[in-house]
């Protein structure tokens, strides 16, 4: 089967894709693009949000069970727009340096708290050293609460949890791992790390376009069986791991850079993988011209994926536009 591109957007850095099923559009970011976007799969028609800064992740927001837009990770912090394309209305800031730490990979839990992994931008960063964190922000109550979850990293992406609520993945890209622990909800903070799957280190000496390299795992989703679907950056494939960790399905990509995969559609069993192509060498977009562009499966999945998980904004942050604690508007 071959891939086909949805729409003609190029994105320079794409990430976030979320099926919406209010609408039956997919929705995602383009973190170096500054920008949202969200296509119609039926008409290929996409609209693009221009974005003040970078933006991480997004997801869709609901209050008292009814959609109320959309929970966006920027660089400056955590927004919430009602509209599409309207005022964006920060309701909480995360503890970093946003001269050198950005929002990266995010989406919400089962609960309705939205988890937002960031990556550290200083020269040299690695895993064991980094300021990357894995943060919680939690709105359900009316008050906006940001909990640190974990440290120490360099580029957290992976996120996802199990079909059965019981795992939580995610990986620190560096090291290309792949971690699960053990998740409890709203019982205790996620359990110790174990390694689900290790992918082979990028080869001494290689260079972008060289062969040899594998990639390192990006963004994720999970499956209705429980399997974890993972995008290899520099790899040019996305893959499908048990839940014991073993590689089922390799699906090669005509993007270098596939950035974060998305199971949707009407059905949940339409394969979205976004990609990346800022930085890439001028021979390598050359053969790869959908590089940047939301690459669609055309054969459907066996099994569909889960429903996206919505931002719970309580009611009482939200009416008459009383943001707290912090309410500029951008």
Request: proline fraction near 0%; charged fraction near 30%; glycine fraction near 12%.
């Given at each position: 089967?071959?891939?086909?591109?949805?729409?003609?957007?190029?994105?320079?850095?794409?990430?976030?894709p979320f099926w919406q099923a209010e609408d039956a559009r997919l929705y995602w970011v383009d973190i170096d693009g500054r920008a949202a976007l969200r296509a119609d799969p039926a008409s290929g028609a996409t609209e693009r949000w221009p974005l003040p800064e970078q933006p991480g992740c997004m997801a869709p927001a609901r209050s008292s069970g009814a959609p109320c837009g959309w929970v966006l990770a920027l660089r400056s912090g955590i927004f919430h727009a009602r509209h599409w394309g309207g005022a964006l209305v920060r309701i909480a800031q995360l503890p970093y340096d946003p001269a050198h730490e950005r929002a990266n990979d995010g989406k919400c839990d089962p609960l309705g708290r939205f988890w937002v992994g960031t990556r550290d931008e200083r020269p040299g960063a690695r895993t064991g050293q980094g300021q990357a964190a894995m943060y919680c922000i939690d709105a359900r109550s009316g008050t906006v609460q940001v909990q640190r979850m974990w440290g120490g990293a360099a580029t957290l992406n992976g996120l996802a949890w199990s079909s059965d609520q019981r795992t939580l993945y995610s990986a620190d890209t560096p090291t290309h791992r792949i971690e699960a622990r053990d998740w409890h909800g709203d019982a205790g903070a996620p359990g110790t790390p174990r390694t689900l799957h290790q992918f082979a280190a990028r080869p001494p000496g290689w260079t972008p376009g060289a062969p040899g390299y594998g990639g390192r795992p990006d963004g994720a989703a999970v499956d209705a069986e429980g399997n974890y679907w993972c995008a290899l950056y520099e790899g040019a494939r996305v893959v499908q791991l048990s839940p014991a960790g073993q590689v089922l399905r390799e699906l090669p990509t005509p993007a270098v850079c596939p950035t974060m995969v998305c199971l949707g559609g009407p059905d949940g069993r339409t394969l979205f993988v976004t990609s990346a192509r800022h930085g890439r060498p001028e021979a390598e977009l050359a053969r790869t011209p959908l590089a940047g562009q939301v690459l669609v499966w055309q054969e459907p999945l066996a099994v569909p994926g889960l429903p996206v998980q919505a931002f719970a904004l309580g009611h009482e942050l939200i009416k008459n536009d009383s943001y707290q604690p912090n309410s500029d508007k951008r």
């Open positions: 089967m071959a891939w086909r591109a949805l729409g003609s957007e190029r994105c320079e850095l794409g990430e976030s």
